[in-house]
Structures are given as C-alpha cells and as structure tokens.
C-alpha cells in the first residue's frame, strides 16, 4: 500500500469516528461506535493499524506517527463525548432547575400567595 493511500484511509477514519461521537446521543450508542472504531478483535483502528505492514519500509515512521496521531485523536473524542454525556446525565437527574427569570407566578408560587390575600380579604 502506498503512504498516500494510507494516510488518506487514516485521515477518513478520523472524521468518520468523530462523526459517530459526536452523534451519540446515549450511552448505548457511544458504546456502539467505541466498539466499531476502537475494539480490540475487529474495532477499525485495529483493521489499519494491520495496514502498517503493508506500508514500504523507508515510509513505516511516517505512517505509524500519523497512525498513533490518529489513534490519540479517536480516544479524545470518546472521552470529550463520554465527558459530554455525563455532564448532561447529571443536568438531567437534578431535575428542573430555578430560573430567577420567571416570574414566581408561573412557576406555581404566585397563586398561593394570590389565594392568601384573597381569603384575607373576604373575611373582612
């Protein structure tokens, strides 16, 4: 294979794995593209990372620095989209969140205080 080649191929790999992580809206589906691109029996960073061996001898230092290059980038994107999920999980679980914004009417506390003062009031 020629150097050309397979740093084009690597190059693909790499937005193509981005892509998926940034994508993954669940744990299931980063999951899914972990495997795909960084699994250990048949993830596509493996499939290239055989391809070194077909690169010419005076071209392997170039091709396995672009490949480990490739390799970081692909595992910083998972983390990044890992960090992502979890940081969202976590906004979610708490619930609703205050927003000193809303006016307390709409937010449920303004008919309490409303139906004080009006039973206050018709007593008198």
């Given at each position: 294979?020629?150097?050309?080649?397979f740093?084009?191929?690597?190059?693909?790999?790499?937005?193509e794995a981005?892509?998926?992580?940034?994508?993954?809206?669940?744990?299931?589906?980063?999951?899914?593209?972990?495997i795909e691109?960084l699994?250990?029996?048949?993830?596509?960073?493996?499939s290239a990372?055989?391809?070194?061996?077909?690169?010419?001898?005076?071209?392997?230092?170039?091709?396995g620095?672009?490949f480990n290059?490739?390799k970081q980038?692909?595992?910083?994107a998972?983390?990044?989209s890992?960090?992502?999920?979890?940081?969202?999980?976590?906004?979610?679980?708490?619930?609703?969140?205050?927003?000193?914004?809303v006016?307390?009417?709409?937010?449920g506390?303004g008919?309490?205080?409303r139906?004080?003062?009006?039973?206050?009031?018709s007593?008198?």
């Amino acid at each position: 294979m020629a150097l050309a080649e397979f740093l084009a191929e690597l190059d693909q790999l790499s937005r193509e794995a981005q892509s998926a992580f940034d994508a993954a809206t669940d744990a299931a589906t980063l999951e899914t593209a972990r495997i795909e691109f960084l699994g250990m029996k048949s993830g596509r960073i493996k499939s290239a990372q055989k391809g070194l061996g077909s690169i010419d001898k005076a071209d392997k230092p170039v091709a396995g620095q672009r490949f480990n290059e490739v390799k970081q980038h692909i595992e910083a994107a998972l983390a990044a989209s890992q960090t992502r999920q979890a940081s969202g999980a976590a906004i979610s679980a708490a619930g609703p969140q205050f927003d000193p914004t809303v006016p307390a009417s709409a937010r449920g506390l303004g008919i309490c205080i409303r139906s004080r003062k009006l039973s206050r009031n018709s007593r008198t």
